[in-house]
């Protein structure tokens, strides 16, 4: 016999994933959820393959303990800047309903982590999954630069396949 996910032998609750020693039902990626708020903004999931994505890109000026992120609009102090820090699409706040923000590396990188609890920004591996689930030749994923861009001058690649349907000229 075996513990199942409560600890009870030969149980057959598969997950417990909130930990509260009640069993979940939920299966899938996104475990039933269909959309996560974070400092007042709604982000809906979508599941793709066995992963869970925001549908959208983040928009927070601020890490997940609550300490706020340098916004900087200059391109030169975004050039230099060893600090955490986001800028808007075009340098335009009119972009923030259709883009999110864009975070610099040490934004990204830093321990006290732009994601919500529980996420994380994706890694290489995790991004090379969603390529193969959308479709990338799985020989062609560790190739450096440039990758995807298959057929149709591109129009047949993972980034075409996961991209927006709208907001495209």
Same mark, same amino acid.
């Given at each position: 016999?075996?513990?199942?996910?409560?600890?009870?032998?030969?149980?057959?609750?598969?997950?417990?994933?909130?930990?509260?020693?009640?069993?979940?039902?939920?299966?899938?990626?996104?475990?039933?959820?269909?959309?996560?708020?974070?400092?007042?903004?709604?982000?809906?999931?979508?599941?793709?393959?066995?992963?869970?994505?925001?549908?959208?890109?983040?928009?927070?000026?601020?890490?997940?303990?609550?300490?706020?992120?340098?916004?900087?609009?200059?391109?030169?102090?975004?050039?230099?800047?060893?600090?955490?820090?986001?800028?808007?699409?075009?340098?335009?706040?009119?972009?923030?309903?259709?883009?999110?923000?864009?975070? =610099?590396?040490?934004?990204?990188? +830093?321990?006290?982590?732009?994601?919500? *609890? @529980?996420?994380?920004?994706? !890694?290489?591996?995790?991004?090379?999954?969603?390529?193969?689930?959308?479709?990338? =030749?799985?020989?062609?994923?560790? +190739?450096?630069?440039?990758?995807?861009? *298959? @057929?149709?001058?591109?129009? !047949?690649?993972?980034?075409?396949?996961?991209?927006?349907?709208?907001?495209?000229?």
């Amino acid at each position: 016999l075996t513990l199942d996910a409560l600890g009870v032998c030969g149980g057959d609750c598969l997950e417990d994933y909130d930990g509260d020693g009640i069993c979940d039902e939920f299966s899938g990626a996104c475990f039933g959820a269909e959309e996560i708020t974070y400092f007042g903004h709604s982000y809906e999931l979508i599941e793709i393959g066995e992963q869970c994505w925001f549908k959208d890109n983040l928009r927070t000026p601020y890490f997940n303990d609550g300490t706020e992120i340098s916004l900087t609009l200059d391109d030169n102090d975004w050039y230099w800047t060893t600090q955490p820090a986001y800028c808007y699409y075009n340098d335009s706040e009119v972009n923030i309903s259709d883009h999110g923000f864009i975070y =610099n590396g040490p934004a990204l990188l +830093s321990e006290l982590n732009v994601c919500p *609890t @529980g996420w994380h920004i994706p !890694s290489d591996g995790e991004f090379i999954e969603l390529e193969i689930v959308a479709g990338m =030749n799985p020989d062609e994923v560790y +190739s450096p630069g440039w990758r995807g861009m *298959t @057929g149709n001058g591109g129009t !047949s690649g993972p980034g075409y396949v996961l991209k927006s349907t709208s907001l495209w000229d």
